[in-house]
């Protein structure tokens, strides 16, 4: 089926065969979706690169998700949507919703000279079992929320649901009101979830700061037995020097 597709057969090909096999299970979702991309693409600029599109499905089997953090749609600006949710590139300049995540990291982990990370320290979390999923998986450059209509909504409900369904034990970090519908499709007898107000520079101040997210999951993880997530690791992240807390 997948050879029926165009603009997202890359980056569908090279997930995982159970990923693979729940996506294109709403295969005539899909296609529609394929084909809106190839035409869109033919006089707009699609984000991220139709290759990395399911990116952060193809760095986390769903066998390996411990974590799952909640994005609404990739980032609009030139080059800095690489198919995780609130991540970009390392010689990108810091999105101010990252920043903030990066202030909080640094609220709860005070100890950690955080001054010197960059914003593919998510790449990291990614490899650790942290699936950094946008809710919206492209947008037309320079128009935010431009793909909503598209129907990749549904198919990260599924990703959420089938997660629930098929495991245990996994956090789901749902910031602001667009992510945390998501939690009708999150059993509770078996994950846990939180939330708070998104990190985005206008709502940030509202309940997302010292809302404690990244203690709170460890907490649980080690308690069902499994590897907390190591958020400040910064041992590949020493570049380009970035003051997290100016304007």
Same mark, same amino acid.
């Given at each position: 089926?997948?050879? /029926?597709? +165009?603009?997202?057969?890359?980056?569908?090909?090279?997930?995982?065969?159970?990923?693979?096999?729940?996506?294109?299970?709403?295969?005539?979702?899909?296609?529609?979706? @394929?084909? !809106?991309?190839?035409?869109?693409?033919?006089?707009?600029?699609?984000?991220?690169?139709?290759? #990395?599109? *399911?990116?952060?499905?193809?760095?986390?089997?769903?066998? +390996?998700?411990? #974590?799952?953090?909640?994005?609404?749609?990739?980032? !609009?600006?030139? /080059?800095?949507?690489?198919?995780?949710? *609130?991540?970009?590139?390392?010689?990108?300049?810091?999105?101010?919703? =990252?920043?903030?995540?990066?202030?909080? =990291?640094?609220?709860?982990?005070?100890?950690?000279?955080?001054?010197?990370?960059?914003? @593919?320290?998510?790449?990291?979390?990614?490899?650790?079992?942290?699936?950094?999923?946008?809710?919206?998986?492209?947008?037309?450059?320079?128009?935010?929320?431009? =793909?909503?209509?598209?129907? %990749?909504?549904?198919?990260?409900?599924?990703?959420?649901?089938?997660?629930?369904?098929?495991? /245990? +034990?996994?956090?789901?970090?749902?910031?602001?009101? $667009?992510?945390?519908?998501?939690?009708?499709?999150?059993?509770?007898?078996?994950? !846990?979830?939180?939330?708070?107000?998104?990190?985005?520079?206008?709502?940030?101040?509202?309940? $997302? %700061?010292?809302?404690? !997210? *990244?203690?709170?999951?460890?907490?649980?993880?080690?308690?069902?037995?499994?590897?907390?997530?190591?958020?400040?690791?910064?041992? #590949?992240?020493?570049? +380009?020097?970035?003051?997290? %807390?100016?304007?």
């Amino acid at each position: 089926m997948i050879t /029926k597709l +165009n603009y997202l057969a890359e980056s569908i090909s090279n997930l995982d065969l159970k990923w693979q096999e729940l996506i294109m299970s709403h295969t005539q979702l899909i296609l529609d979706i @394929d084909a !809106h991309l190839d035409n869109l693409s033919r006089d707009n600029t699609i984000y991220p690169p139709k290759n #990395v599109i *399911f990116q952060a499905m193809q760095l986390v089997p769903p066998q +390996n998700v411990k #974590v799952v953090i909640m994005g609404q749609d990739p980032y !609009h600006k030139e /080059k800095q949507a690489n198919g995780l949710a *609130f991540a970009v590139n390392r010689d990108i300049k810091i999105p101010l919703s =990252l920043k903030n995540i990066l202030k909080e =990291l640094a609220i709860e982990y005070p100890e950690m000279n955080l001054r010197d990370t960059h914003g @593919d320290l998510l790449l990291n979390w990614a490899k650790q079992g942290v699936l950094l999923l946008n809710s919206t998986l492209a947008v037309i450059k320079g128009k935010p929320n431009s =793909l909503q209509y598209l129907g %990749f909504e549904t198919i990260t409900d599924k990703i959420i649901e089938y997660l629930s369904t098929n495991y /245990k +034990n996994i956090v789901f970090m749902l910031w602001g009101s $667009f992510a945390i519908k998501k939690s009708s499709f999150i059993n509770t007898n078996y994950h !846990h979830i939180l939330t708070s107000a998104h990190p985005s520079p206008l709502s940030a101040n509202r309940g $997302f %700061f010292n809302c404690n !997210h *990244f203690r709170l999951c460890n907490e649980y993880l080690i308690k069902h037995n499994k590897t907390p997530i190591d958020w400040t690791n910064t041992k #590949v992240q020493s570049y +380009n020097t970035l003051d997290l %807390f100016s304007n």
